[in-house]
């Protein structure tokens, strides 16, 4: 099944909202008028894009085709456009297609170091497992460092991927000091000439202080050793959370300078339109998405595919 397909499938709910509940309100031959825009803005919020890029796609509607005879086809196509550029941003991400790792740093020397953060149960482990292997299939020397130090359950399945994709694993005892684990972990990267580390982090919630300020310790810890890591901070969000995934990644943000998100667990949710909330309240943009829960199951992030995918029939 290709990206385009996997995409279709993953997005079947949130498409369905924009098809059947969407798609029924504009209809050829009538007078597109403000109780129909109106209409329309509620059913996009539903798919969590929130009000303000709702808002704005209802303008440019408005601006272009209001008060005239409704042109299907003319109107999906201006919300089409519109949703590629509030995903793309003010600064225009595009990566290169043809290359899985181009939304990543790649320092010049040394390994790079990709902190990975989110909270409990979004899938942050498999998430980083496929990230490992994506790195792997490109030649690279991977480290992985187990930080969630407070669930062995977390160590234990961090280090069972580690095996099956026969990367280095460093880990120490349950709790155990996360930042002991970061430190070793850099350590370990540089000794053995890796190219990437990623560091895993224990699930939590934006509202545990103690928590969060960890993640500061973590990122203080590394810069003994290598000065400007991480290079990459990303946050795993899932998905199906919707809009309390914005409130997730503002806090987040805050404690360790998100520079991208991983959406997790996209197959099967009602709230894709979350995607262009976070890019447009954020600004940082999604680097990869989780479409399925194989290892493989990993996709770069197309702007335009994203899109394409859910006015698919």
């Not at 069972?160 to 994709?165: A, I, K, P, V, Y």
């Not at 199906?240 to 997790?264: M, P, V």
Request: with cysteine; proline share 3%.
């Amino acid at each position: 099944m290709g990206l385009f397909d996997k995409l279709k499938r993953g997005l079947q709910k949130t498409k369905q909202i924009l098809r059947t509940d969407v798609r029924d309100l504009f209809r050829a031959g009538q007078i597109l008028d403000d109780k129909l825009l109106q209409d329309f803005e509620a059913r996009m919020i539903r798919t969590d894009m929130g009000v303000k890029a709702a808002s704005q796609i209802v303008e440019r509607i408005r601006t272009d085709h209001g008060g005239r005879t409704i042109d299907v086809d003319a109107v999906w196509k201006t919300i089409h456009d519109e949703m590629v550029e509030l995903l793309k941003g003010h600064d225009a991400v595009r990566w290169d297609l043809s290359n899985p790792l181009s939304p990543l740093t790649k320092v010049a020397s040394g390994p790079t170091v990709i902190l990975v953060a989110g909270v409990n149960g979004v899938g942050k482990t498999t998430s980083i497992a496929k990230l490992a292997n994506l790195l792997q299939k490109s030649g690279n020397k991977v480290v992985l460092a187990a930080g969630d130090t407070f669930r062995a359950a977390a160590v234990e399945q961090l280090t069972l991927w580690s095996e099956r994709l026969g990367c280095t694993i460093v880990r120490k005892e349950s709790n155990s000091d996360p930042a002991a684990v970061a430190y070793d972990g850099v350590q370990k990267a540089v000794e053995i000439g890796a190219d990437y580390l990623i560091m895993d982090t224990a699930g939590r919630l934006q509202t545990q202080k103690n928590l969060m300020d960890e993640l500061e310790k973590i990122r203080r810890v590394m810069r003994k050793i290598i000065p400007d890591a991480p290079h990459e901070s990303l946050l795993v969000l899932d998905a199906t959370t919707g809009q309390n995934g914005l409130s997730q990644a503002k806090s987040f943000s805050q404690a360790i300078g998100c520079t991208g998100l991983i959406l997790a667990k996209l197959d099967g949710t009602a709230r894709g339109g979350v995607v262009i909330a976070i890019r447009q309240e954020m600004g940082f943009p999604v680097k990869y998405i989780g479409v399925g829960e194989q290892i493989e199951d990993l996709e770069l992030f197309d702007p335009d595919g994203f899109v394409d995918a859910l006015f698919a029939k």
